[in-house]
C-alpha cells in the first residue's frame, strides 16, 4: 500500500501527465514520422512529472514527521526538530538527484535514498540519471531557454509518468524499511 504522499501528490498530479499524453496521442496526424506542432505537450509532460516528484517528497517528508512523533508527551525534541524539517521542505524547490538525497538524510536519517531507486531493468545509477535528465529538461522549460529545448519523441514523455511511479514506490520502500528497522516504526504503507 503506498503512502498517502504518494497517492495525494504524486499518483494525482500524474495522472495529470497521462492526460496530456492521451491528448498528444488524439492530436497525431497518423502519419509516420515526427509530429510537428505537438512538441510543447512534450514538454508540459516533463513539467508536471517534475513537479509531482517535487510535491511528493515535500509530502512525505512532512509525513514521515508525524511517524516520527511520540505519541504521548513528553515530546523530547520532536517540536524543534518538526519545526526544522519543516522549515527545509518549505525551502526545498529543486528536486535534483543530489537535493533529494540531502533532504531525505537531514530530515529524516536515509542517508542515501538514491541506492535504493531500483526495479526490473533500472539500476540506482540508470534511475539518478533519468531523473537529473528529467530535472535538467524541466529547467529548460521552465527557465525560457532558447532555444525551446525539443523532446522529439513522444515516447520519452510518454514514459516519464511511469518513471515517476516507479520512483516513488522505491522510495515508499526504502523509508518504510528504514522507520521500521531504525524506530521500530509500522508505516502502514
Not at 498517502?4 to 491528448?23: C, G, K, Q
Not at 537529473?132 to 519523441?153: F, T
Not at 520519452?156 to 523509508?175: C, E, H, Q, V
Request: net charge neutral; charged share 25%; aromatic share 8%.
Amino acid at each position: 500500500m503506498p503512502s498517502d504522499s504518494y497517492r495525494d501528490r504524486l499518483e494525482r498530479v500524474l495522472d495529470d501527465a497521462d492526460e496530456i499524453n492521451e491528448r498528444h496521442a488524439d492530436l497525431r496526424t497518423g502519419s509516420a514520422g515526427r509530429q510537428y506542432g505537438l512538441g510543447a505537450l512534450n514538454r508540459a509532460v516533463v513539467v508536471m512529472c517534475v513537479s509531482a516528484w517535487e510535491a511528493y517528497l515535500e509530502a512525505l517528508v512532512n509525513e514521515c514527521m508525524i511517524l516520527l512523533r511520540p505519541g504521548t508527551p513528553p515530546l523530547g525534541v520532536w517540536p524543534a526538530l518538526n519545526v526544522s524539517v519543516r522549515t527545509q521542505v518549505g525551502r526545498f524547490n529543486n528536486p535534483t538527484v543530489q537535493n533529494t538525497k540531502e533532504l531525505i538524510a537531514s530530515c529524516i536519517g536515509l542517508e542515501d535514498i538514491t541506492s535504493r531507486w531500483s526495479w526490473q531493468h533500472t539500476s540506482p545509477q540508470s534511475a539518478r540519471e533519468r531523473l537529473d535528465k528529467a530535472i535538467s529538461l524541466r529547467h529548460q522549460v521552465a527557465h525560457g531557454i532558447m532555444p525551446r529545448p525539443i523532446i522529439h519523441n513522444h515516447q520519452y514523455s510518454s514514459r516519464l509518468p511511469g518513471f515517476f511511479r516507479k520512483l516513488g514506490k522505491a522510495t515508499d520502500d526504502a523509508i518504510t524499511d528504514y522507520l521500521r528497522d531504525s524506530f521500530g516504526l509500522n508505516t502502514g504503507w
